[in-house]
């Protein structure tokens, strides 16, 4: 336990702003792809120093959410080319966590005693754990993110998943904000006692034992991997304003047959289109009751009339349930985001994958029927002009296909659910903890996140940063993921978490990060890996462990904080 530190002079609001923005720009730069991810061991000590300052907490509290606010403002601004309302209104519910933390490390550190080497893990690990489960979840820019390219230490992902990658981090933070608050109050060399020493070697133990773990993950995986079938991906590069136009929907189908067409005879087992390219609802149970020159009916027959004898097709669109009212006429009653899989004879497979974790605001309004009124106030903020809400999916669906007379089982994941870990976990492995899929697949429309500027497409970082998510989830489950995703980044990702440059053929760019804004395919060799990881089979424990400390340590705080006042009298 720290001892007890003689609390600093106040300090001036500009300092904390200082420190503050210093802060916001070390969690800026460590996501940038440009090889400043070390800095993640230290971008929280700025913000622990402020915090073990004399700055009034209050005050800290309210300039902590103007820059946590102006952090997320500058960081997802793409969001706001889809809606601008919807951007800021994000922007400043994300705020909300850094006053949170300067709360929170307050009360551990000056009432509770705790050092920062656990303050900083239990509170910042908390605070990414609840980022990723409210709102359906957002778990976008951790920390151990910025860790991508950082081969070995990403491995142990498959036990802990990224939860276990922040924390070490956490933990090195914490370590160092220790030693240098120690430093300011107590002088250095009272700083380097017995007590830091212990924590120093507890860190570089763990971070030594994990970099060891990884590397053997990573040499025994070629002894793992089994050949699979050819297997591509189609790249359209169509902004999402120009795609969802109604005549737009049999150009590029056009085009999408065009470049199949080619990555069939380059000997394709398997093509994969990206999410709802094809501007139709294409189950069949709602096919047979349309006219037969309706988009539905003929794009399904132009469809089936591409694979067959030719190989198989993953196709994003939309699905439907029907009823029938009283004079028996089909009604819409649900409207899903799915995946079709049309094989080689020609023929819709019956089972399709519809997308369990939709979107909030932008595929389903929240509280629909609560509150109409809220729901017609989205209506009139979101870029759709008509009522836009999506069911969700409930099978976690596998397709089967045969390629040279064995049989090869993948999964989907549609839009942001390669986000989140829990729904690619459960399309990988089945309920008896067998692995199900020998691959996963991801079908994606980043359209939404570029903008179109005098007929040229400009990419966002949230195609890059998008792609480099998706890595972790073939690390935790060891399992390749293929990416087709409109606008780019198409790509193959291996078990070890590598985005896969290069390919047997196509047209696409070699290098994988330099697919943005571009249109093209590719196919290359899958591989499968037998491996069923820990974290497949038990899920993002940590995560929801830090979840619940951090909520035990608010409610518990807040609860002495009303005691003190009712003590006082106030």
């Avoid at 056009?254 to 093509?271: C, H, M, R, S």
């Avoid at 196709?315 to 006429?329: C, I, M, P, Q, T």
């Avoid at 089945?430 to 040229?456: F, I």
Wanted: charged letters at 20%.
């Amino acid at each position: 336990m720290t001892p007890p530190i003689v609390k600093p002079r106040n300090a001036s609001p500009i300092a904390a702003l200082a420190g503050l923005g210093l802060c916001a720009g070390l969690l800026t730069v460590i996501q940038s792809p440009i090889g400043w991810g070390w800095l993640a061991w230290v971008a929280w000590v700025p913000f622990v120093w402020l915090c073990d300052s004399g700055q009034p907490t209050r005050r800290l509290a309210w300039l902590s959410f103007f820059v946590s606010a102006a952090y997320w403002l500058g960081n997802l601004y793409w969001i706001g080319y889809v809606t601008v309302p919807g951007y800021v209104m994000f922007c400043l519910y994300m705020a909300l966590y850094w006053p949170i933390l300067v709360w929170g490390f307050r009360y551990l550190h000056r009432r509770r005693g705790l050092p920062y080497f656990a303050c900083v893990p239990l509170l910042v690990l908390g605070a990414e754990a609840w980022q990723g489960i409210l709102v359906t979840g957002f778990d976008w820019r951790l920390l151990a993110h910025s860790q991508y390219g950082n081969w070995p230490l990403m491995q142990i992902a498959d036990i802990f998943g990224v939860t276990g990658i922040s924390f070490l981090i956490a933990l090195a933070n914490g370590l160092v904000a220790d030693l240098l608050t120690e430093a300011r109050h107590r002088g250095i060399r009272k700083a380097i006692r017995f007590g830091n020493g212990i924590k120093t070697v507890v860190t570089a133990g763990l971070i030594i034992a994990t970099i060891v773990y990884g590397q053997r993950r990573i040499n025994e995986t070629p002894g793992c991997l089994r050949p699979g079938p050819m297997i591509a991906a189609v790249q359209p590069n169509i902004p999402s304003n120009i795609k969802e136009l109604a005549d737009s929907a049999e150009p590029i189908l056009n085009d999408l047959i065009e470049q199949t067409t080619k990555v069939f005879a380059a000997g394709a087992a398997l093509v994969v289109w990206p999410e709802t390219m094809v501007l139709a609802t294409l189950n069949a149970g709602f096919v047979a009751y349309c006219k037969e020159d309706s988009n539905p009916v003929v794009f399904d027959k132009r469809i089936s009339e591409l694979v067959k004898g030719k190989g198989n097709l993953v196709v994003g669109a939309h699905s439907a349930d029907l009823v029938f009212d009283e004079r028996n006429s089909p009604v819409i009653l649900h409207k899903y985001n799915s995946a079709f899989l049309y094989r080689t004879n020609g023929m819709q497979e019956p089972q399709r994958y519809d997308k369990i974790h939709l979107v909030p605001f932008g595929e389903y309004i929240p509280f629909r029927d609560l509150l109409p009124k809220l729901n017609k106030l989205i209506l009139k903020l979101s870029p759709y002009d008509f009522d836009y809400q999506l069911t969700h999916g409930t099978q976690h669906t596998v397709f089967e296909i045969e390629v040279d007379k064995q049989r090869y089982r993948f999964g989907v994941l549609i839009c942001y659910e390669d986000t989140d870990a829990q729904v690619a976990r459960q399309n990988t492995l089945d309920p008896s903890g067998q692995k199900k899929a020998d691959w996963l697949v991801n079908v994606s429309n980043d359209g939404w996140y570029v903008r179109y500027q005098n007929g040229t497409v400009i990419p966002s970082p949230e195609l890059p940063q998008r792609t480099i998510l998706t890595a972790f989830r073939a690390i935790e489950n060891r399992v390749w993921i293929l990416r087709s995703v409109n606008t780019g980044i198409s790509c193959l990702i291996d078990s070890t978490g590598k985005i896969r440059d290069g390919f047997k053929s196509g047209t696409l760019p070699k290098k994988a990060m330099d697919r943005q804004a571009v249109t093209g395919w590719f196919a290359d060799r899958v591989q499968i890996d037998p491996r069923v990881t820990f974290f497949s089979r038990h899920g993002p424990w940590p995560k929801h462990l830090f979840a619940a400390v951090f909520v035990l340590i608010i409610a518990v705080g807040i609860g002495q904080s009303i005691a003190d006042r009712t003590k006082k009298g106030i």
